[in-house]
């Protein structure tokens, strides 16, 4: 079974600051992919970021960028240079390997920037 | 754009009451989804559809019922509504089993069961 932990419920960032939000997971499946999804709110899930388990290098998209370590198995979300319209809720998802439709996602961090 | 619509953005019914939600994806997705969202346990899927008539059980599938008659629309039913079905209910479609295919997502259905 898939599992996916995001141990902060909520956390405060400064406007212009970099906040990272921490993801880990467990999975016996040795291909797997790794997602975060933004969700304002107004409710609709947002896509962010994808990390394949193969991949040798950190996915980057803009001012999100995936802290990968897969011995650690962690995923971290970074958020560089934080705006206002970067407050909501962000949740980290897993999708297992070849045929495995499904996502597991975790609990969910609600980020707030402060101006 | 992908576009994932569902029929209401928020929707009271009573206990006991049989409650339809409606999910429609314009771009020929085989794969669909239903998902619940409660404060704390993030999303946990209820039912997902593969192709047209076909469905397999999710994580927390008891009290719900789907359909999928054409590919584009993908029903999910409360048969009995009951209070701890409130929820907010999110529908979402994919287009294959890729590993960096996203799944996209409607704007999600606020349901209150009184």
């Known amino acids: 079974a898939q599992k996916i932990t995001q141990t902060q419920p909520g956390m405060f960032v400064q406007e212009k600051e970099a906040v990272t939000l921490d993801c880990t997971y467990d999975?016996?499946?040795?291909?797997?992919?790794l997602f975060w999804y933004k969700q304002p709110s107004s409710g609709e899930m947002i896509f962010l970021i994808y990390?394949?388990?193969?991949?040798?290098q950190n996915a980057t998209e803009g001012r999100y960028s995936l802290n990968f370590q897969k011995a650690r198995k962690s995923a971290n979300l970074v958020i560089s240079a934080s705006q206002l319209g970067d407050s909501a809720m962000y949740f980290c998802?897993?999708?297992?390997?070849?045929?495995?439709?499904?996502?597991?996602f975790g609990a969910g961090t609600t980020v707030t920037v402060r101006a | 754009d992908v576009k994932v619509t569902q029929s209401s953005r928020y929707l009271v019914k009573r206990t006991g009451e049989k409650v339809f939600l409606e999910c429609v994806q314009d771009?020929?997705?085989?794969?669909m989804f239903w998902y619940r969202q409660d404060p704390g346990l993030g999303l946990r899927l209820i039912y997902f559809?593969?192709?047209?008539?076909?469905?397999e059980k999710g994580d927390i599938p008891e009290g719900y019922s789907v359909s999928r008659e054409k590919k584009e629309r993908f029903s999910l039913i409360l048969e009995s509504a009951s209070t701890n079905q409130t929820s907010m209910y999110l529908c979402a479609s994919s287009l294959e089993v890729l590993k960096g295919e996203t799944q996209y997502f409607g704007p999600g259905t606020r349901l209150l069961v009184l």
């Open positions: 999975t016996s499946d040795p291909s797997y992919g």
């Open positions: 998802a897993m999708r297992g390997g070849w045929g495995d439709y499904k996502l597991s």
């Open positions: 559809s593969y192709d047209v008539k076909m469905k």
């Open positions: 771009m020929d997705h085989e794969n």
């Open positions: 990390q394949g388990s193969y991949d040798q």
